[in-house]
């Protein structure tokens, strides 16, 4: 039995070492093939935060209204606010996705500015919504999701 065990320790060194290997290598081909889509955003004015917002941007419960945004910014809101865990339900994922998947929308700047946590104004106008408290993120998300079936009938 004592025969048998270099060869499995050689063995082991060998599959090891190929397993690093493809471990290190694995990471690049997602990059790479993710650089090709990277999304280029215009310059815009920096956007409004909680304590820059103008008067009448905040409702009663300190956050801006979604009113303005567009299917492609939602889309991206609805992404940020499940990959930071503001909201826990799958319908948000999905909502997002959906929206994602109409033409247009996710190479729109707005679809990308979402992502990053910043909701649409109007015109070029945003809101940076990571300068709110997480109640209040959790409120614009919630209310950016309440729009979302009506965002999905329009064309």
């Excluded at 471990?23 to 990059?31: D, H, N, R």
């Excluded at 930071?84 to 247009?104: E, F, M, Q």
């Amino acid at each position: 039995m004592s025969a048998f065990r270099p060869v499995f320790k050689a063995a082991a060194a060998l599959a090891l070492s190929g397993c690093a290997t493809l471990v290190a290598l694995a990471p690049l081909a997602p990059q790479q093939a993710h650089a090709a889509k990277t999304l280029k955003v215009p310059a815009v004015p920096p956007p409004m935060t909680a304590a820059t917002a103008a008067p009448g941007v905040l409702d009663y419960d300190g956050i801006p209204n979604v009113e303005h945004a567009s299917p492609a910014n939602v889309a991206g809101l609805m992404a940020y606010c499940y990959s930071h865990k503001l909201v826990t339900d799958t319908t948000v994922r999905s909502l997002g996705r959906k929206l994602a998947a109409r033409p247009g929308v996710a190479t729109n700047p707005a679809y990308a500015w979402g992502g990053k946590g910043r909701l649409e104004l109007g015109g070029k106008t945003m809101f940076d919504v990571t300068t709110l408290n997480r109640d209040q993120r959790a409120a614009v998300c919630s209310r950016s999701a309440l729009r979302g079936p009506d965002l999905l009938k329009s064309k």
